[in-house]
């Protein structure tokens, strides 16, 4: 297995007169090498947490993280993985090249190697030719293509993607998918979150609906083909979201 979480719990506090938030109880996944894994859920189920725990930024308060059969906190594990943020923060006076030149250096990437990996990266996402301007004056679409091509530039083996379509018009949105199909063919694995449904029920290997926290149920493409909308309405896989949110009870406030 690539990703492994055993039994991770999280509380965060909250302030005076507020009950503390259980964002993730006895969460339990395992995403095998070379597997696209997508994770859904409503608003506050849990999914960022989720990535957040793996990528070491948050510390479960129970429970066992591991990455390649590593603790997050690893060198080596943070090696061979990137990250893909909902929100990314890039500097506005710095290029796309720029900072994809500080993450290889970072890296301890050599100056030889250095621009071919950088340019790759930039033409994966379309932004060669935007690759000198300041990143002030790309469109949000743009921002969001230039932290994935900072999340590629060092070829990691596992690739984690926080809501990967948010801020990209059609076209962008098509170029998401196409690449992670082809890192997909490359041998490597991919986990992401999202809320576009249609995107992840073609794209997924295996989906696992989250809710309040919890892990409600994982399913596959075969799985899909045996349910229905009996309005006709929504995909299958919209129609098992739904139904099973509904069941599982009302959002928390």
């Not at 965060?12 to 995403?31: T, W, Y």
């Not at 923060?89 to 090249?97: E, F, I, Q």
Request: proline share 7%; glycine share 8%.
């Amino acid at each position: 297995m690539d990703i492994v979480l055993t039994h991770v719990s999280k509380t965060f506090k909250a302030s005076i007169g507020q009950r503390p938030v259980r964002a993730l109880s006895g969460l339990c996944l395992e995403i095998r090498r070379g597997e696209v894994f997508g994770i859904i859920g409503r608003n506050g189920a849990g999914k960022s947490t989720t990535l957040k725990i793996l990528m070491g930024f948050l510390r479960p308060d129970q429970g066992e993280v591991l990455l390649a059969d590593r603790p997050p906190t690893d060198p080596a594990a943070r090696n061979i993985v990137g990250f893909l943020p909902e929100n990314p923060c890039l500097y506005d006076n710095l290029t796309a090249r720029e900072h994809l030149e500080f993450a290889l250096r970072v890296a301890g990437m050599s100056p030889r190697r250095e621009r071919d990996r950088i340019d790759r990266a930039l033409a994966r996402v379309s932004l060669l030719e935007a690759a000198d301007r300041p990143v002030r004056k790309y469109s949000k679409g743009m921002v969001q293509r230039a932290a994935l091509a900072y999340a590629l530039v060092h070829e990691p083996d596992i690739l984690v993607l926080d809501e990967p379509m948010s801020g990209l018009d059609p076209l962008g949105r098509h170029l998401v998918v196409e690449l992670i199909q082809e890192y997909h063919a490359e041998g490597h694995t991919i986990l992401f979150s999202s809320h576009i449904l249609t995107d992840v029920e073609r794209m997924c290997d295996r989906i696992a609906i989250l809710d309040q926290g919890q892990l409600k149920t994982t399913v596959t493409p075969d799985d899909l083909t045996g349910i229905a909308d009996p309005a006709g309405r929504l995909s299958p896989l919209e129609h098992l979201f739904l139904s099973t949110i509904q069941t599982e009870g009302t959002p928390q406030p």
